[in-house]
Each structure stands twice: as C-alpha cells, then as structure tokens.
C-alpha cells in the first residue's frame, strides 16, 4: 500500500465548478504539501500545511492531523487551472513522500 | 530572481555512460534534494542533503552519486547509466526541513 493516496486520480469539469482533491497518508508527518505540475512539466509549490487550514486566491487546502487526511478546494475553477496536482508529506526534515498525482481538466 | 536552476533540461546517454546533471540554488537554502519522476509512480526521493557536506540516501539511490561541497550545488552523478535510469529528474530546495519547497525545471534523461 502506497503511503500517500490521492483521488481521484483523473478528474473533468467544467468551467465555474468547484473541484476537490483528496490526499489520504498512512504514516506521521511533520507537515504536508500540496504542488501544481503544469503540462510543461514545471512544479511549483501552492500550499504547506501542518494543520488547520489555508487559503490563497481560489484555491483552499485543509488537513486533519488525526485522520491523516488532506484535502485541496479549487472555487470557481477555470481551464488555466487544468494541471496535475501532488500531495506530498514530509516524514522528516522535507524529505518528501509523494502521491501519484490528479490529473485535472478544466473545460471552458 | 533564478530560484533552482537545472541542467541540462534534457540528456540523451548510451547505456554505461557517466553523466553530472547539475542543480544549484541561490536561495542560500540548506535543505536539497533529487527526485525522478517516472509514469504512474509519482516522484522518489533519489539523495538528500541537509547542509554542506551532509548527503543522505533516499528511496531509490542506486546507481546514483551525490556530494555538497557548498551550499548552492548539489549534484547528481550517475556513475554508469543504465536503461533504468530513464526518467525526468528534480532538484529542489527548501530553507529548513519544514518549509516551503521550490523546484528546478527538470531534466529529461533518456538512456539507450
């Protein structure tokens, strides 16, 4: 069994929709990452968490320590969004433990 | 600002080769690290490093070399290619080992 679990792995919608991403983990993490992959294969950071919740423009990442279980809001979505997005955990240190990523495409 | 930068963005090697793929950063962060990135796996943490002249192992090192002489390379050595090795490679950096992390652009390796 994976150590970090995402779903779905592929998700459609269409423009103005309000998409969420889930990240389960089965192992202690100091903190969890949420990352965006674009087609052209660049990888950038959208949120770090170690608890609670964050937000920043459309987008809204949540965790719960307890139930191991992250999940990643995009409101109002639109077809610049459509990217591959990763959870990712930290065991220690940043040494990172990846899920294999949701494919997300956004339909105008 | 450069953030991470890789190169080369892609390599083509013969299987037996040697080849550096070359990471550096100039955020003064201590904290580095290689992944590759292969269909259906998500990225696997290759080496770690903590610090000048600190390396550690990650999940799949074999075949691969390390070493952090200063604090803004870090690079990664395959010692003798093999047709494994085919994969899309990330550096990336952080400022501690609870930060954000900031990733190069990747370097596509291809082994025949």
């Known amino acids: 069994k994976n150590e970090v679990e995402q779903s779905p792995q592929n998700l459609t919608a269409q423009e103005g929709e309000f998409i969420t991403i889930n990240c389960s983990y089965s192992?202690?993490?100091?903190?969890l990452h949420w990352l965006q992959q674009h087609p052209g294969g660049g990888i950038v950071s959208l949120f770090m968490?170690?608890?609670g919740k964050k937000k920043h423009g459309r987008l809204i990442a949540t965790i719960n320590i307890q139930e191991k279980h992250s999940s990643l809001h995009i409101t109002a979505s639109h077809p610049r969004d459509s990217a591959v997005y990763i959870c990712a955990v930290a065991e220690y240190g940043n040494k990172l433990v990846f899920g294999a990523g949701t494919i997300l495409r956004v339909k105008s | 600002n450069a953030g991470v930068t890789q190169t080369p963005k892609f390599q083509v090697l013969k299987t037996g080769q040697s080849m550096t793929l070359q990471c550096a950063q100039d955020m003064n962060h201590e904290y580095m690290s290689w992944y590759r990135q292969d269909p259906g796996m998500g990225l696997r943490l290759i080496h770690y490093?903590?610090?000048?002249?600190?390396?550690d192992q990650g999940e799949v090192p074999n075949g691969y070399n390390v070493s952090r002489s200063t604090t803004e390379d870090f690079p990664l050595r395959l010692l003798s290619a093999a047709p494994s090795q085919t994969s899309v490679y990330f550096c990336?950096?952080?400022?501690?080992?609870?930060?954000?992390?900031?990733f190069g652009q990747g370097t596509r390796l291809t082994v025949v």
């Open positions: 490093s903590v610090g000048a002249g600190i390396t």
């Open positions: 192992v202690g993490i100091s903190a």
């Open positions: 968490l170690s608890s």
């Open positions: 990336a950096s952080s400022s501690t080992g609870l930060a954000e992390a900031f």
